[in-house]
């Protein structure tokens, strides 16, 4: 797996900030599988088979008991899968908060190539409460 988010940033994910579909990956397969899965085939519908050995196109993606669950829970669903990019922009933002406490904001813009407002907008902001996901939306329906 390739993946662009370090496994040092995967403590920084607060999986209820994420996408609903997102949310209920992480619980059925956990949050590497759902960052490779995003990774692989985010922005695009999956549509879980009935059987595990139903699943050639997930065998080169997720385990064989990743992709048990999946069938277990979800059988015959099709489900929209989120970009990663979104999950990227909220490590990010939460690296740049952090980072902000020990040093300046013109340090922080030129590490992540912003330019210092944006630094002190998104340390202003604090993202979205528990009650909400990056989208301002809360669907306890797909949970």
Same mark, same amino acid.
């Given at each position: 797996?390739?993946?662009?988010?370090? $496994?040092? $940033?995967?403590?920084?994910?607060? #999986?209820?900030?994420?996408? /609903?579909?997102?949310?209920?990956? !992480?619980? *059925?397969?956990?949050?590497?599988?759902?960052? +490779?899965?995003?990774?692989?085939?985010?922005?695009?519908?999956?549509?879980? /088979? +009935?059987? #595990?050995?139903? #699943?050639?196109?997930?065998? &080169? !993606?997720? /385990?064989?008991?990743?992709?048990?669950? *999946?069938?277990? #829970?979800? /059988?015959?669903?099709?489900?929209?899968?989120?970009?990663?990019?979104?999950?990227?922009?909220?490590i990010r933002n939460q690296v740049i908060r952090a980072e902000r406490?020990?040093?300046?904001?013109?340090? !922080?813009?030129?590490?992540?190539?912003?330019?210092?407002?944006?630094?002190?907008?998104?340390?202003?902001?604090?993202?979205?409460?528990?009650? +909400?996901?990056?989208?301002?939306?809360? &669907?306890?329906? !797909?949970?």
């Amino acid at each position: 797996m390739s993946r662009s988010i370090s $496994d040092a $940033d995967l403590d920084a994910v607060n #999986a209820d900030l994420l996408p /609903p579909q997102a949310r209920q990956l !992480v619980r *059925l397969i956990g949050m590497v599988n759902t960052l +490779t899965l995003l990774e692989q085939r985010g922005g695009v519908t999956l549509r879980i /088979p +009935t059987k #595990a050995m139903e #699943a050639v196109y997930l065998r &080169d !993606v997720l /385990p064989m008991d990743a992709i048990i669950e *999946l069938c277990k #829970a979800m /059988p015959g669903k099709r489900i929209e899968l989120p970009k990663l990019d979104k999950i990227t922009l909220q490590i990010r933002n939460q690296v740049i908060r952090a980072e902000r406490q020990q040093v300046s904001a013109s340090k !922080v813009a030129l590490r992540f190539n912003l330019t210092r407002r944006q630094v002190i907008n998104i340390c202003k902001s604090s993202g979205p409460g528990p009650q +909400t996901d990056l989208f301002g939306e809360h &669907d306890e329906s !797909v949970l």
